[in-house]
């Protein structure tokens, strides 16, 4: 399966994004599907995840804002991005696996597809 993040942009404090993971090849609807970020000079990190059955998975400090979705007949998954904040900016990647336990979504080594990274730029 390839991948394909668009969506990022530049963005004043307190709006909103939706990013999208386009995906080409078959039964990416059987896929977990998740978004990692990465902040310059930082490590990269788990945003959200959403699996086969729909149910969605969250950091912590993402809950509340960040919205994840899916649209298997577009084989599209997206990120609802609200209240924006400057330590929002980031690259973001959407990533997937087939096969992915709960316990380890949060965990970037466990995909092995991933997308070019979409820029997300908040402004204070």
């Known amino acids: 399966v390839q991948l394909q993040a668009s969506g990022g942009g530049l963005v004043q404090a307190g709006q909103s994004l939706r990013l999208s993971c386009a995906a080409s090849?078959?039964?990416?609807?059987?896929?977990?599907v998740g978004w990692f970020r990465q902040a310059p000079g930082k490590e990269r990190e788990f945003v959200a995840a959403?699996?086969?059955?729909?149910?969605?998975y969250y950091a912590d400090s993402k809950k509340g804002r960040f919205t994840i979705s899916r649209d298997n007949a577009k084989n599209t998954v997206y990120l609802q991005m609200n209240s924006l904040t400057p330590e929002d900016t980031a690259v973001y990647y959407c990533?997937?696996?087939?096969?992915?336990?709960?316990?380890?979504?949060?965990?970037?080594?466990?995909?092995?597809?991933w997308g070019q990274g979409t820029q997300v730029t908040v402004s204070s």
């Open positions: 959403i699996r086969r059955s729909g149910a969605t």
């Open positions: 090849g078959r039964s990416f609807s059987s896929y977990v």
């Open positions: 990533a997937a696996d087939q096969s992915i336990i709960v316990s380890s979504m949060t965990s970037s080594q466990y995909y092995n597809y």
